[in-house]
């Protein structure tokens, strides 16, 4: 935790931010940069997911709201929020055709974030991650999928996979499924590119059929 925040840097001053914003203007693409340790004071981080605009602007980013804090068993003990501090603000991106609402990680097990950005506009939700191998082989397509179906939303999920310098082992399986609830395209392992073409009149149609959204209602406890 201490070679880390030592290692980081605020958003303006990271190398790699300024690198990948290059990159996105060189290809004339948008980015999403998934997360980064992004230094926020002297003695604390957020976890930060940016995106970045083909003209190589940040237009937008997102600190994770929900810190892992958990006793997986075997040794696997996870604290985020002894380095990190938590997000306050949901994000969504207005592009051109679209609106992207910015989560990360183990934000996936909040549901009400989700309804939350679809309710507000979102149509494609994106959630970087890197999550365990147990974690993952036991919850990671179902918590995906069952996100995709609630919202009626584009999910596109790339993912960390292999082992890492302490030793930890995330998952990968990066994946997109759409608003059907369905995994339009998987990559399971390896560093690589995966690549989907999105008919967004998908969103409306599922929306259509189950209209779940719409049917929300307040309620007491």
Known sequence: PGMLLARARSQQEDPSVKALCTLARECQVDLLI????????????????LYLSATGEVIAHYDKIHLFDADLGEGQRYEESARFAAGTHAVLVP???????MTVCYDMRFPALYRDLAQAGADILSIPSSFTVPTGEA???????????E??????????HGVHEDGRETYGHSVVINPW?????ERAEGPG??????DLSEVAQARRR???LKHARPYRL
Not at 181 to 185: C, H, I, N, R
Not at 193 to 198: A, K, Q, S, V, Y
Request: charged content about 15%; overall charge positive; aromatic content about 6%.
């Open 34 to 49: 998934g997360s980064m340790a992004i230094r926020a004071s002297a003695d604390r981080l957020v976890n930060r997911s």
């Open 95 to 101: 592009r051109a055709g679209y609106t992207l609402g």
């Open 139 to 149: 919850h990671w397509h179902v918590l995906l999928r069952a996100r995709a179906i």
């Open 151 to 160: 919202t009626g939303c584009f999910v596109l999920a790339p993912a960390q």
């Open 181 to 185: 609830g369905e995994v339009l395209a």
């Open 193 to 198: 590119l995966l690549m989907c073409e999105l």
């Open 210 to 212: 189950l209209p779940s």
